[in-house]
């Protein structure tokens, strides 16, 4: 039973890199947004921000604008929709227990998320690239993406964690060299 966590830089590519591995993904966006649209956790952020939450299921605009108010609203929000993803994720690890899973989730460590026989895989790639990219996603949000990156630990403790540094050049057949590469060295551990 291995877990195989994907870290690195907003816009790195470690979804991408997460989904070549061919092993079952734990893709924690994916995940808040199915969340977004239960019914309790909708109450819970609406009694908590009722100024700003007010059509369920919860609508990513109406999130965005409540970080953009105030910046302490990101841990907040994540109190609340935190225990959501855990338990998800603990489903999800009973489902796969025999089986080498990949955990996509952007705070992995920042969390502190407990799971025996985890190894972490540190997507490496170029600032030019990942700011080239960001800036093609539809509705780039800097004052949001800069608030996110003040929640998260430096790139170099994630990288110093890691136990493979995979260096992503964007392109498919250099990211599925070097994911062959790692699976070999996971089935010897």
Known sequence: MIRVGILGDIGSGK??????????????????????????????????????????????????????SNSKNIKKIGKIVHPYVSNNLKKFLIKYKQDIVVLDIPLLLENKIKINNLYFVFVNSKKKEINKRLKKRPNFNK???????????????????????????????????????????????
């Open 15 to 68: 979804t991408f890199v997460a989904n070549s591995f061919g092993y079952p993904v734990f893709n924690a966006d994916k995940e808040v947004i199915k969340i977004y649209k239960n019914y309790g956790c909708f109450l819970k952020l609406k009694k908590n921000f009722p100024k700003y939450i007010t059509k369920f299921p919860v609508k990513k605009y109406e999130i965005v604008k409540l970080i953009n």
């Open 143 to 189: 004052k949001l993406y800069k608030l996110i990156k003040k929640n998260q630990l430096p790139l170099s403790i994630k990288k110093k964690k890691s136990k493979f540094i995979l260096n992503n050049d964007f392109r498919k057949i250099t990211i599925m060299k070097n994911i062959k590469k790692i699976k070999k060295e996971l089935k010897n551990l």
